[in-house]
């Protein structure tokens, strides 16, 4: 699948068939987040991947959006050393996880992570060093259902040319 088609397809998945995530696939996807453009080349992310059931639980009990985490055969967290572009850094490398893995057939959803109220928690669980940051928790499984993404408003309504 080209870049253009992962863009149009992904959409957040919320619920997962139980088939395991192929480790090669998840070192595909952290891959394309490590491979993000960062701000001065500083490269501060770094990802935890994560497919202990007991772990996927914690982080469905802990993350208040993050229930599905239960259901996830997989997971893979973000963190960023605290520098001065730490969450653009990390929100880029993201997103090229995000489409890493749908051009892999793979569903994801993203959970917030920086300044909410679980991330010291999860950073001393997954026992992150002082100087990284939490910026995303990402659920990775194969969707259980083939639901449509939800409309996007047109490019019209987005793009303005010279000026609003």
């Keep these: 699948m080209d870049a253009f088609e992962a863009i149009a397809k992904r959409r957040s998945v919320r619920r997962y068939k139980p ?26 992310a770094a990802f935890v991947a994560v497919t202990d059931r007991a772990n996927l639980d914690y982080l469905a009990a802990t993350c208040p959006n993050g229930k599905f985490f239960a259901e996830a055969p997989a997971a893979i967290i973000t963190f960023c050393k605290d520098t001065k572009y730490y969450l653009e850094d990390g929100c880029a490398a993201v997103e090229n996880m995000l489409l890493g893995a749908a051009a892999l057939g793979l569903g994801t959803c993203w959970v917030a992570g920086d300044k909410k109220e679980y991330a010291d928690e999860i950073a001393r669980h997954f026992g992150l060093p002082a100087e990284y940051k939490l910026i995303n928790l990402m659920a990775v499984g194969y969707a259980a259902d083939a639901a449509s993404q939800p409309p996007k408003r047109p490019l019209a309504q987005a793009l303005h040319w010279e000026k609003w």
């Design 19 to 44: 088939d395991p995530v192929p480790k090669e696939f998840i070192e595909k996807i952290v891959d394309c987040g490590r491979r993000a453009p960062s701000a001065r080349n500083v490269q501060p």
